[in-house]
C-alpha cells in the first residue's frame, strides 16, 4: 500500500511503551482500519523501537521513526509532522501511546475535520472529563488551561491535551523549525500558532482514562516550562501572527 493512500496518520511517540504499543495498534485498527500509523520511538530501553519494527514488517500501514535519545514529547511530533508532509498525508492526528487517548474518538475527529482546519480533543467540553485521576492532577490540569485561557485570550477549554487532528495545511503553515515548547506548553503553542494565521479550530468531547501500564512523563519541569512560555507566546502575539498569516497564504497557493 502507497504511504499516501491512506486518508490520515496517527503520530505516536513512544519511550518504554513496549507493553502498550502492540495493544494500542490492534485497538486503533479495530476502529479505523484504513487508517496508518507511525510510532516515533526515543530508542526506548525497553525494546519498544524493536517491537515497533516488527508490527511494521507485519503490517504495511504500520511505519517507525527511530530517533537516537529521548529529546520529549514536542521534539518526537515536530520529527513526526515532517515525515508526514514528506509523505503527502492529507490529515495527521497526534495520540498518545497509553490508552488515555481512547481509540474510539477517532471518527468524531474526522467528523469535526470535514469543517475545521484543527480539532482538539477536549476533557472540559459537554461530554467530555477524566477518570481515576487524583484531585492535584486535576487541579494542575484544570489550573494550566485556565492559566493559558486567560493569558491568550482563547475560547477553546482544553488547550494542553495532546489528541488532535491537523488538515496538512496548518502544519505546512507552522513553522516547525521555531517551535522550541515540548511539554504542555507545547500543545498550547500549536493551538495558539494556528489561531494566529487564521485557521479554524473546533472541539470534540473525548474521556480521559489515567494509564494502566507503564509510567507517566510528567515532570516538575514541564509544568516550569508552561507556565513560563505561555507568556513568552502571549508576548510575541503580533510578530507570530503576522507569520503565521503569511505562512497560510504560502500553504493555500502551493496547493
Same mark, same amino acid.
Given at each position: 500500500?502507497?504511504?499516501?493512500?491512506?486518508?490520515?496518520?496517527?503520530?505516536?511517540?513512544?519511550?518504554?511503551?513496549?507493553?502498550?504499543?502492540?495493544?494500542?495498534?490492534?485497538?486503533?485498527?479495530?476502529?479505523?482500519?484504513?487508517?496508518?500509523?507511525?510510532?516515533?520511538?526515543?530508542?526506548?530501553?525497553?525494546?519498544?523501537?524493536?517491537?515497533?519494527?516488527?508490527?511494521?514488517?507485519?503490517?504495511?500501514?504500520?511505519?517507525?521513526?527511530?530517533?537516537?535519545?529521548?529529546?520529549?514529547?514536542?521534539?518526537?511530533?515536530?520529527?513526526?509532522?515532517?515525515?508526514?508532509?514528506?509523505?503527502?498525508?492529507?490529515?495527521?492526528?497526534?495520540?498518545?501511546?497509553?490508552?488515555?487517548?481512547?481509540?474510539?474518538?477517532?471518527?468524531?475527529?474526522?467528523?469535526?475535520?470535514?469543517?475545521?482546519? #484543527?480539532? /482538539? +480533543?477536549?476533557? %472540559?467540553?459537554?461530554?467530555? =472529563?477524566?477518570?481515576?485521576?487524583?484531585? $492535584? !492532577?486535576? @487541579?494542575?490540569?484544570?489550573?494550566?488551561?485556565?492559566?493559558?485561557? #486567560?493569558? /491568550? +485570550?482563547?475560547? %477553546?477549554?482544553?488547550?494542553? =491535551?495532546?489528541?488532535?487532528?491537523?488538515? $496538512? !495545511?496548518? @502544519?505546512?503553515?507552522?513553522?516547525?523549525?521555531?517551535?522550541?515548547?515540548?511539554?504542555?506548553?507545547?500543545?498550547?503553542?500549536?493551538?495558539?500558532?494556528?489561531?494566529?494565521?487564521?485557521?479554524?479550530?473546533?472541539?470534540?468531547?473525548?474521556?480521559?482514562?489515567?494509564?494502566?501500564?507503564?509510567?507517566?512523563?510528567?515532570?516538575?519541569?514541564?509544568?516550569?516550562?508552561?507556565?513560563?512560555?505561555?507568556?513568552?507566546?502571549?508576548?510575541?502575539?503580533?510578530?507570530?501572527?503576522?507569520?503565521?498569516?503569511?505562512?497560510?497564504?504560502?500553504?493555500?497557493?502551493?496547493?
Amino acid at each position: 500500500m502507497p504511504l499516501n493512500s491512506a486518508p490520515a496518520l496517527i503520530c505516536l511517540p513512544t519511550f518504554n511503551e513496549r507493553e502498550n504499543l502492540p495493544l494500542l495498534v490492534v485497538e486503533i485498527f479495530k476502529v479505523v482500519p484504513d487508517f496508518h500509523i507511525l510510532v516515533v520511538d526515543d530508542n526506548s530501553p525497553d525494546g519498544t523501537g524493536p517491537l515497533a519494527d516488527q508490527l511494521a514488517a507485519a503490517d504495511s500501514r504500520v511505519h517507525v521513526l527511530h530517533r537516537e535519545r529521548k529529546e520529549g514529547l514536542g521534539r518526537a511530533y515536530l520529527s513526526a509532522f515532517r515525515w508526514a508532509l514528506q509523505h503527502d498525508y492529507p490529515l495527521v492526528f497526534e495520540m498518545d501511546c497509553d490508552f488515555s487517548h481512547p481509540p474510539r474518538f477517532l471518527p468524531e475527529f474526522v467528523a469535526k475535520a470535514a469543517t475545521c482546519d #484543527l480539532v /482538539l +480533543g477536549s476533557r %472540559y467540553i459537554a461530554g467530555g =472529563g477524566t477518570q481515576d485521576w487524583d484531585w $492535584r !492532577r486535576r @487541579l494542575i490540569s484544570r489550573g494550566g488551561n485556565t492559566y493559558a485561557q #486567560l493569558i /491568550l +485570550g482563547l475560547p %477553546y477549554r482544553d488547550l494542553t =491535551g495532546g489528541f488532535k487532528c491537523f488538515h $496538512r !495545511r496548518v @502544519l505546512e503553515a507552522l513553522p516547525l523549525d521555531e517551535i522550541v515548547s515540548n511539554g504542555y506548553v507545547f500543545q498550547i503553542e500549536l493551538t495558539w500558532r494556528a489561531v494566529l494565521a487564521g485557521f479554524s479550530i473546533g472541539e470534540v468531547p473525548i474521556q480521559f482514562p489515567d494509564r494502566t501500564r507503564g509510567q507517566s512523563k510528567m515532570s516538575g519541569s514541564i509544568v516550569h516550562e508552561a507556565v513560563v512560555n505561555v507568556w513568552k507566546l502571549r508576548l510575541a502575539k503580533a510578530k507570530l501572527r503576522r507569520a503565521g498569516r503569511q505562512r497560510a497564504v504560502a500553504s493555500v497557493r502551493g496547493a
